[in-house]
């Protein structure tokens, strides 16, 4: 069956700094990758969709990369701020498919 | 527009209870789908319906039934309450299978 992964449940940053998050995902082979956020007590909010023929897609201070031969998708947000404090969630998968969610990354952005 | 909604934010059921948790979105969105989201087990997908009176389940289907009598509403109904449906649930909705879903604020449920 599907397996996503995350690369850690919590992730600590100096404000100013690039947080890395990855997104890792076995047994099946997806044509996009979607990124969520989802802030305490809120429902995720779409951030970037990314499809298999894109290398990297970009947004404001937000890069994402999608590696269909290591399975894996890395989000990065470039001169992170308190304000990016939240849980963020990869989705991998294909068009007419139900969406399976990764368990998420709490990333802490420290002032 | 209003997006996705959901009521009630915060309900507190005795086990054996039932209720019916509302979602509606006025996206004119064709797919909608039920998650509930538990600490350490992610967003799993309960119900979806990929329009008007047509639905299926998803990962974690037992104990719950739903309906799609409009393309705006997609009530999901908890027959009868279990101290294992204590979570919060999320209704979402997108223009079709595998597009950006749009997620409604959660309903936070207890079940005593």
């Known amino acids: 069956s599907q397996k996503i992964e995350q690369n850690s449940e919590a992730l600590n940053i100096q404000e100013g700094k690039t947080a890395t998050l990855t997104c890792n995902y076995t047994n099946y082979s997806p044509a996009y990758l979607q990124w969520y956020r989802q802030d305490p007590g809120r429902g995720p909010v779409f951030l970037l969709l990314i499809r298999e023929n894109e290398k990297e897609k970009r947004k404001e201070r937000l890069k994402v990369t999608f590696d269909t031969t290591l399975k894996q998708s890395l989000f990065h947000i470039t001169a992170s701020q308190p304000a990016d404090s939240a849980t963020y969630l990869c989705a991998p998968h294909n068009y007419g498919q139900n969406f399976v969610f990764g368990p998420g990354t709490r990333l802490s952005v420290l002032p | 527009n209003a997006g996705v909604t959901q009521t009630p934010k915060f309900q507190v059921l005795k086990t054996g209870q039932s209720m019916t948790l509302q979602c509606a979105q006025d996206?004119?969105?064709?797919?909608m789908s039920w998650y509930r989201q538990d600490p350490g087990m992610g967003l799993r997908l309960i119900h979806y319906s990929v329009g008007a009176g047509i639905t299926d389940q998803g990962e974690v289907p037992n104990g719950y039934n739903v309906s799609r009598s409009t393309t705006e509403d997609f009530p999901l109904r908890l027959l009868s309450a279990a101290p294992s449906q204590t979570s919060v649930y999320f209704c979402?909705?997108?223009?079709?299978?595998?597009?950006?879903?749009?997620f409604g604020p959660g309903t936070r449920l207890l079940v005593l």
């Open positions: 979402a909705s997108s223009p079709g299978g595998g597009e950006t879903q749009y």
């Open positions: 996206m004119n969105h064709e797919y």
